[in-house]
C-alpha cells in the first residue's frame, strides 16, 4: 500500500469516528467540489471531504452531513439543503 492510499485511509477512518459513520447514499461523493450557503448572503465553494449519514444523538436528528474543505483550515459541515446545485446543461 502506497503512502497517499495510506492516509487517505487514515483520513475516512478519522473522519468517520469524529463526525459520523459514512451515508450509503448522496447526491454528492468525497472529492467532488460542491457551493453552499453558509448564510443568506454568503455561499461558499469547497472540496467533499466526507459524507457522514443522518443521527439521532439523544433527542436531536443530525440529517445528512457534508463535511466540506473550503480552504480556511477547519473544515465547513454542510447539510444538503444548503447546496446550490448547478442546472443540467
Do not use: W
Not at 487517505?8 to 469524529?18: F, G, P, Q, R, V
Not at 439521532?56 to 480552504?71: C, E, F, K, M, R
Amino acid at each position: 500500500m502506497q503512502r497517499n492510499e495510506r492516509e487517505a485511509i487514515d483520513l475516512a477512518a478519522n473522519l468517520a469516528s469524529t463526525c459520523g459513520p459514512a451515508a450509503l447514499y448522496s447526491d454528492h461523493k468525497p472529492g467532488e467540489t460542491i457551493t453552499y450557503h453558509v448564510s443568506p448572503h454568503e455561499t461558499r465553494s469547497g472540496i467533499i471531504l466526507h459524507v457522514a449519514a443522518p443521527q439521532q444523538i439523544v433527542s436531536t436528528h443530525i440529517p445528512l452531513t457534508y463535511v466540506v474543505d473550503a480552504g480556511l483550515g477547519f473544515p465547513d459541515m454542510v447539510f444538503a439543503t444548503d447546496v446550490i446545485e448547478q442546472p443540467l446543461a
